[in-house]
Nanobody, 126 residues
Framework: QVQLVESGGGLVQPGGSLRLSCEVS?????????IGWFRQAPGKEREGVSC????????YYADSVKGRFTISSDNAKNTVYLQMNRLKPEDTAVYYC??????????????????WGQGTQVTVSS
């Protein structure tokens, strides 16, 4: 049974940093998987933030977070991280990690992912 558990959300001031974690169980990240981070703000559609390919470490980012967010994985721990720096109020959302076998060029299509975590709230406010 595949399970994803996010952690690391919280309240942070603009310009601050947070690191989200997504612990994966039921599959090994030594095999090909696409692990994506998505977010959904109140009243808005869910959007792709970033993803990583588990086998070769290829990464993809939404334009809105390029240069501020970094995705990484520790396959020994079966965990994917999202380091978020220079956070802005518009980054406020519930952040979800998702996993499936998605081609990298399609990473941002949330409907392609079957496995999702429960989400973690990130609030950027002074």
């Amino acid at each position: 049974q595949v399970q994803l558990v996010e952690s690391g959300g919280g309240l942070v001031q603009p310009g601050g940093s947070l690191r989200l974690s997504c612990e994966v169980s039921g599959v090994s990240l030594d095999y090909y998987y696409t692990i994506g981070w998505f977010r959904q703000a109140p009243g808005k559609e869910r959007e792709g933030v970033s993803c990583i390919i588990s086998t070769d470490g290829s990464t993809y980012y939404a334009d809105s977070v390029k240069g501020r967010f970094t995705i990484s994985s520790d396959n020994a721990k079966n965990t994917v991280y999202l380091q978020m720096n220079r956070l802005k109020p518009e980054d406020t959302a519930v952040y979800y990690c998702a996993l499936d076998n998605v081609h990298g060029s399609s990473w941002f299509h949330d409907i392609l992912y079957d496995y999702w975590g429960q989400g973690t709230q990130v609030t950027v406010s002074s």
